[in-house]
């Protein structure tokens, strides 16, 4: 069964202290890992996909990156407004491509 | 701001009523998708639509139904939904299987 896990489940930060969040899958045959950013009440805002081991994406304060089993997103130096809840996701194996995705990681970046 | 576009932004109806969100999307993807997502939860898929014609439905009750007109709209129509329903609406639309979806900003449902 297709799995991922993020953790931590919440992460609280001072302004300025850079930090990871993990995203762990079990998922047979990965067509690509995705990253999002979503606000409340907002709808989720695509950061960046990634498709093989070694991949590393950039964006601002964020580098993505990805193992066999897992992927990381960074946060270099963050900042307030870099709070909002951090989601993954993965393609569903079998060759569909419905995202499963994980439970997200809640970020906030305190001033 | 987000090139999938959803209306209306809020919605309150009784367990009675017969409403419909609508979403739009001008970016040529051929793939749509409906999520229900609740408080602290992530998306959770309803329907997807893969060039206009509806090919996966994740045992959604009657009380929604999806229908997509043409390749940028795609509508949820709603009847006599229960309280349990009040939840964000989310539209999402993706280029082609293993592409990322983008998503609206969703419908936010409250069910008196």
């Known amino acids: 069964e297709d799995q991922v896990t993020q953790s931590p489940e919440a992460l609280r930060l001072q302004e300025g202290e850079s930090s990871s969040l993990n995203c762990s899958y079990t998922?047979?045959?990965?067509?690509?890992l995705f990253w999002y950013r979503q606000d409340p009440g907002k709808g989720p805002e695509f950061l960046f996909t990634?498709?093989?081991a070694g991949e590393e994406k950039e964006k601002e304060r964020l580098k993505a990156t990805l193992t066999k089993k897992e992927s990381f997103l960074h946060i270099t130096a963050p900042k307030p407004e870099d709070s909002a809840t951090y989601l993954c996701?993965?393609?569903?194996?079998?060759?569909?491509?419905?995202?499963?995705f994980g439970r997200g990681t809640s970020l906030i970046v305190h001033p | 701001d987000t090139e999938v576009t959803q209306t209306p932004k809020h919605l309150v109806m009784g367990m009675t009523n017969k409403k419909s969100l609508k979403c739009e999307q001008h970016?040529?993807?051929?793939?749509m998708y409906w999520y229900k997502q609740k408080a602290k939860k992530p998306p959770e898929l309803m329907f997807v639509?893969?060039?206009?014609?509806?090919?996966i439905n994740e045992s959604v009750p009657s009380r929604f139904s999806p229908e997509c007109p043409n390749s940028s709209l795609l509508n949820l129509h709603l009847h006599a939904l229960q309280p349990e329903d009040s939840a964000l609406y989310l539209c999402?639309?993706?280029?082609?299987?293993?592409?990322?979806?983008?998503f609206g900003d969703g419908t936010r449902l409250s069910i008196l």
């Open positions: 996701a993965v393609p569903r194996s079998g060759g569909s491509y419905i995202p499963t």
């Open positions: 970016m040529g993807h051929r793939a």
């Open positions: 998922v047979s045959g990965l067509r690509g």
């Open positions: 639509y893969s060039y206009e014609k509806l090919s």
């Open positions: 999402a639309s993706s280029q082609s299987r293993d592409q990322p979806q983008h």
């Open positions: 990634l498709y093989s």
